[in-house]
């Protein structure tokens, strides 16, 4: 949403009612997709001989890179369920009701930060992702 469909509707006289109606349809699949990443990534670290301790984690790069990504996925999820499922649908509600007051705009701008953040972190994760499968 953020690199695409947002930037897309950015002068649409409808953009609230999309916004909140594209959020709407594709949160579940974003919440199955968080699933799936969650096995995938256990399941990897499970073939690649990962030791659940904080000794494993600690101590060599695969290890200390490894459990980067897991404190990311955690944020991740995080700011994916703090932002869909209350603060997207306090903003959205709020700007239906009253576009141009100040607590709508403080929600709306704190609602962009977090889809932000989240998607830093994807990015972030991806990158750990590379890094696990092909070293530095």
Known sequence: MILAFIPGIKNHPEKIDLIANVSLKFRPAGSVVLALLLITGIYQLEIRGVQWTWTYFTGSFFGKVAGLKLLVFIGIVFISIFHDYYLGNLAIKAWKLN????????LRNI????????FLLAVLATFLGVLLVRGW
Request: glycine share 12%; charged share 25%.
């Open 111 to 118: 609602s962009r930060l977090m889809g932000r953040i989240g």
């Open 99 to 106: 576009p141009e007051h100040s607590s709508t705009q403080k």
